[in-house]
């Protein structure tokens, strides 16, 4: 089709110059508080709120960019955001949030006439207001029943993070995005996703720096970078959203059975341990595995650095064990009653004092059963001549 | 003589000394197989309850180990009243031999033999002198009790200590051996002595001769007749005579022995389920 010149004409200055005055055109109609369309919806917009936006220079053929005058279409086509937003919205258009909804952008961003810079507290996108945005969708139980999600947003609000983020309005803390990211949120099963297995040490570091340095100079993390993806990252002990402080009682008492998960024979080994029953009962400061092992920068025996090899022992042991010496670090944290091989001295004791038990409690069970029931046909005899007056 | 006769007239078994003593080693004895139990035992639900309920583990670990150095201290004066005072100073010799010693002999082996052929029908039932080989068995038991569970127990309070002797290994040895004597003495306590002394019929509920010190003519004769013909024959009955116990002993014998008896019995139940469920 070919345009009329005038058309042209009347376009190219009729336009820039309803911006450059003002919305007021548009104003004039949307600004009532009552106005409809023909469904019934509300297509009232608050001029003042959308001028103090981030768009509130623009005018609303900036977005409404098919709206070429009065009057405009019945259905004016749906706004792209991308015209201006390219990156965010390709983003956007790979993550998981791709067919939410007509409109994603304003999922998150809210209200599209009164859009705030994300550094404005009243963003639904500022640091502390993310969580509710995330749980308006993630916090919801029939979206989470809907989509197979985990109650995410209960979890967070009673963690570590959003502790600090909601209660005491920390900045720093980490919110939904600082994990996954805003717009180009992946499943955790996609390897380029910031909550991938082999990714969190780098996501967690990004605030975490000095646990996720010790974390790679340990074993983990080296065999991590040498691509065994089995071992453990933050989130197999710290969890992902549940993470409270690891002061906490409750957290300590069940850590050593996450690293049994893998190790088992020590975790079964270091459970006939004084060590670890006293931790059942409740008291942390008995040794758990991280005290002697260290938490990240855990190095096997045979490396000079580590806490456990046989040169470090006595320092280790020490940090709680005064006094401890070469030979009292002779101690085998991780014996095994069962196996003679390795540790004779201890099966044979173990037997000793099984066969002992046996032995006495047979001789005394055969004892006791006996004489009860001896003595209880006894007095029977007793009892009836003493009734019949003998 | 009728049978009023013979319950009237007590005689003394055990002097104040032995009762005080006894009570020292029954309560500490009771004390350390709570607090050890919860931590021999500390993967069961019970056991955090009961730690909890104490004051925690600081305050289980200090109730045992003070439970520990007065079994010690009662303990070491007995050895050192039999031994030094009566056996060594006194040259007492009955200490070391003869019917009123805990020295196993060979009547004790005959007893024993004896008592099963009567446990069999197959003869009379032995007559005992004042120490029947069951509770010399006992007594004895405590004896090797304390040797390991004494040793081994010190050997961890103090491991930095020990291990100037010992190699650290040697607490590895320890702990198993402290906790599987343990349970070889409490259970032991809990169901063999108690119904070796109380629960049997003859002396079912409890035998409160160790709270009074007094046994009657009657159960004097039916428990340790050889005595009783012994001392009769001596004409030492009269002497060993006594008046009957305050009804205050009684009572107070009484409330002492249904508390640890009820109480030990718990733990047997408690501390067998959570072995064999392990095992």
């Known amino acids: ?94 993550s998981v949030h791709a067919n939410v909804s007509a409109n994603t952008c304003l999922g998150c961003h809210g209200d599209a006439h ?32 809907k989509f197979g999600f985990p109650d995410v947003y209960a979890m967070y609000m009673d963690s570590i993070h959003g502790f600090a983020l909601t209660k005491d309005g920390l900045l720093v803390a980490a919110s939904c995005a600082s994990c996954h990211g805003t717009h180009k949120i992946l499943s955790h099963t996609n390897s380029e996703s910031r909550t991938y297995h082999t990714n969190i040490p780098a ?20 065999q991590l970078k040498a691509g065994n993806s089995k071992v453990p990252v933050c989130s197999d002990c710290h969890t992902a ?34 060590h670890a029953q006293v931790s059942a009962l409740g008291y942390t400061e008995s040794a758990h595995c991280w005290n002697c092992h260290r938490e990240h ?42 196996d003679f091989k390795s540790f004779p001295a201890l099966y044979i004791s173990a037997l000793f004092m099984n066969l002992l038990l046996l032995s006495i409690f047979s001789f005394f069970g055969v004892h006791t059963l006996l004489w009860f029931i001896r003595s209880y046909f006894d007095r029977r005899k007793a009892g009836a001549r003493a009734e019949s007056g003998d | 003589m009728n049978e009023n006769n013979t319950s009237n007239r007590y005689y003394t078994r055990f002097s104040l000394g032995q009762r005080y003593l006894h009570g020292v080693i029954m309560s500490t004895f009771v004390g350390l197989a709570f607090t050890g139990m919860v931590l021999r035992f500390s993967h069961t639900t019970w056991a955090p309850a009961v730690a909890h309920a104490v004051g925690g583990f600081a305050a289980i670990l200090f109730f045992h180990k003070f439970c520990a150095v007065l079994l010690t201290v009662a303990f070491l004066t ?7 005072y009566r056996g060594i100073i006194k040259r007492d010799k009955s200490v070391f031999w003869g019917p009123n010693s805990m020295i196993p002999q060979l009547k004790d082996l005959k007893d024993l033999f004896g008592q099963f052929r009567w446990f069999l029908w197959l003869g009379p039932r032995p007559k005992f002198d004042r120490f029947a080989y069951w509770e010399k068995f006992d007594y ?36 198993l051996i402290h906790g599987e004597e343990a349970l070889l003495a409490a259970w032991f306590i809990f169901a063999v002595h108690f119904f070796n002394t109380h629960l049997r019929p003859g002396s079912f509920p409890m035998d409160l001769v160790i ?56 733990l047997l139940v408690l501390t067998l389920v959570a072995f064999f469920r392990r095992q």
């Open chain 1, 1 to 94: 089709m070919r345009w009329p010149l005038a058309a042209v004409l009347i376009l190219a200055f009729a336009v820039p110059a309803a911006s450059a005055q003002d919305n007021s055109e548009c104003l004039a109609c949307h600004g009532q508080h009552d106005l409809q369309d023909q469904a019934g919806h509300s297509v009232y917009v608050d001029g003042t709120a959308q001028k103090a936006s981030i768009h509130g220079t623009l005018p609303c053929t900036g977005c409404h960019a098919d709206i070429k005058g009065y009057p405009h279409p019945e259905h004016p086509a749906a706004v792209n955001c991308s015209t201006c937003h390219a990156d965010e919205a390709k983003d956007v258009t790979e």
């Open chain 1, 114 to 145: 009164s859009i705030v810079p994300v550094n404005d507290p009243q963003s639904p996108v500022f640091t502390l207001n993310i969580p509710k945005t995330c749980g308006s969708c993630h916090g919801n139980p029939d979206m989470a029943k």
């Open chain 1, 203 to 222: 996501t967690c570091g990004s605030c975490h720096n000095g646990p996720e340095r010790a974390y790679f100079a340990g074993i983990h993390g080296q």
């Open chain 1, 241 to 274: 959203h549940q993470i409270v402080q690891v002061q906490t009682v409750s957290w300590q008492m069940e850590r050593s059975a996450t690293c049994g998960n893998c190790h088992q024979k020590q975790y079964a080994t270091y459970l006939d341990t004084f």
């Open chain 1, 297 to 338: 920068d855990i190095l096997p025996a045979s490396d000079p650095q580590s806490t456990i090899a046989p040169g470090n022992l006595v320092a280790t042991c020490g940090q709680c064990h005064a006094g401890a010496t070469a030979s009292f670090v002779s101690y085998r944290p991780h014996a095994d009653s069962r």
């Open chain 2, 78 to 84: 007995h050895v050192g009243y039999v031994v030094v």
């Open chain 2, 140 to 175: 004895w038991g405590v004896f090797w009790g304390m040797a390991v569970i004494g040793f081994s127990g010190y050997s961890m309070w103090f491991a930095p200590f020990f291990a100037r002797f010992f190699p650290g290994s040697w607490l590895n040895i320890a702990l």
């Open chain 2, 211 to 266: 709270f009074t010190g007094r046994q009657t003519e009657k159960e004097l004769k039916e428990k340790h007749p050889e005595e009783y013909q012994r001392l009769l024959e001596k004409g030492q009955l009269q002497a060993a005579q006594t008046n009957a116990p305050p009804e205050w002993l009684t009572i107070l014998g009484r409330l002492i022995g249904v508390v640890v008896i009820s109480s030990g019995f718990v």
